[in-house]
């Protein structure tokens, strides 16, 4: 069969949509709809998006808005790639529905049983979470997205290793609560299972069988797309800024894929007709009803006086659930970086709606959604642009008063505890990873990965961070949450608290003191024997470059330089030992500094 271009193919889906235009004439399904559309992208201030309606197993409509690229005035169209953030999590759950169908997976076992080595924050959960609980958000953690996307690692595994620490905020069933890790965990366990990566899996199971060439899993394969998108946001709200691709391939199993709407009707069409494409089974007619029925509560979403019509919030696996104005619909929406988005069907009507979009954090997904249905459910019109630019505007309104009247608690006049070289080292939380303090002219920097944030003093101990932006400076029109940093026994900065995940208590970051270079030749004139109350103390170099402590009946501790002739003691939160000098320069005593006091020991001649 001669193969279609991307070219012929965008062509051949117009003429889809004029033929259906024509034979539903009269209920003038898509009349003016390119005029609404284009209005929602002008007043969203938006760079571009792209939409697709499926109607049973035909691409009905199918066409792009703005710029893929707004500085070169490239045009989006029907195969424009956009990144599809957490629409992602449909594709990684229907493969465990696959393995489900082949009894290599049960929903209902501990998942330990397929990832033994794994361990939750307790035992109940790590006993009892399955990988239901997984696929529909119940397992009792809160997102703890920080820990992703601002430590990032490339590593999957390492990922992985931070879920012992994360602790709950519910019981196990409790309530539902949004959780990338768990998909990032689906991921895994099929990349277990099959001994490939969760990456060639997605290709061949979904992308290669359902003709979705232009869709790839990495930013890498985006951006070298002849009609990959540029990413955007907004500054004030209304300039278009282009925006950092994140590069999420560690957690790719929740939010990795990029796609278009061409390619991505090619997989709703499955959904929407029993799970085949083409007569060739993608999606088992076994996890399909469980997939797209409810699993978890959200929460009540009682109708509203503004919208009685739109009521119910359940989940599925990898899909919410609501009514619609008298139907039942199945979506997810997706936001990284830069896209927004939106995967959307109503099963009992065989239809289905794509909307991709370049614009971070952005409304026109779901805007265009409902514009949309309301026209191919021929429903009654709603403005559903107007309705979101007044909420808008009532919300910013609210704010601006709300800010008016908060009082601040700053105390004015008071200064940090310690000069601000005392705070700079590494901090580690073992749920989240490390974080730089470093200490630059009159101010502290906070570095994560390629993050940095200034620290603002605050008041006493407290800072508030602010973010680079990509001029490199700091935005300081508005702040998150204040990091505090702690004080131990001895006087010693040890930690630093900061809120990261708004369900919980501050999570405490303990320092590890930042280690100087320090040559053999240095570390040499430390070495020798110290009395303590007439026991002798034991200081020698290691293998050149590493100073270590004896104490009898107990083990060698390793010495890290961090000041001049100080050394903290590694793994020992508190401990720290400084070596005093005669005149000459002569090492003459150690003082062993800790929580519970200073203890002096004189150098044996």
Known sequence: MRKITAGLLAAALLLTSY?????????NVFAALDTALQ??????????????????????????FGYRD?????????????AIGSCTKAFTACLLGQLNKDNLVDFDKPVTEYLPSLRFYNDEMTNQITLRDMMCHRTGLPRHDYSWYLFSTPSRDSLVQRIRYMEPSAGLRQKWQYNNFMFLLQGVVAEKLTGRSWEANIKDRFFTPLGMGNSSTSIEELVKNAEGSVGYG????????ASDYYHIDAMGPAGSINSS???????????????????????????????????????????????????????????????????????????IDGFSANTSFFPTDSIGIIVLSNQNGSAVPTIVRNLVADRVLHLKYTDWQTERSQAMAKAKKAAREAENVKLSSRKPGTHPSHPLKDYEGLYNFKAYGNMEIANRGDSLFASFNNKVWWLKHYHYDYFEPFEKDKSGAYDTSDHGTQLQFRTNASGDVDGLEIGLEPTLKPFLFVKTPKSKAVTKEELEKFAGEYLLSGMTLKVYPKGGSTLFLFVPGQPEYELVPVDTNKFALKGLNGFTILFNADASGKITELLSIQPNGTFKATRKN
């Open 70 to 82: 707004y500085d070169k005035k490239l045009p989006v169209t029907p195969n424009t790639v956009f």
């Open 261 to 335: 709407v061409n390619d991505m009707a090619k997989w709703v069409t499955a959904w929407i007709n029993g799970g085949k494409y083409n007569g060739k089974e993608i999606i088992p007619a076994s996890f399909l009803p469980q997939a797209i029925s409810s699993q978890m509560i959200i929460d009540g979403a009682l109708p509203t006086k503004e919208n009685p019509d739109i009521f119910l919030a359940n989940y599925g696996f990898g899909w919410f659930l609501s009514s619609y104005r008298g139907h039942y619909r199945v979506e997810h929406g997706g936001n």
């Open 234 to 241: 907004l500054e004030k709200d209304s300039i278009i800024t």
């Open 19 to 27: 033929n259906f235009a024509q034979k539903t004439k009269n209920s």
């Open 39 to 64: 209005r929602v992208l002008t007043e969203n201030h938006a760079a571009g998006f792209a939409v697709a309606v499926v109607n049973k197993n035909e691409v009905v409509y199918a066409k792009g």
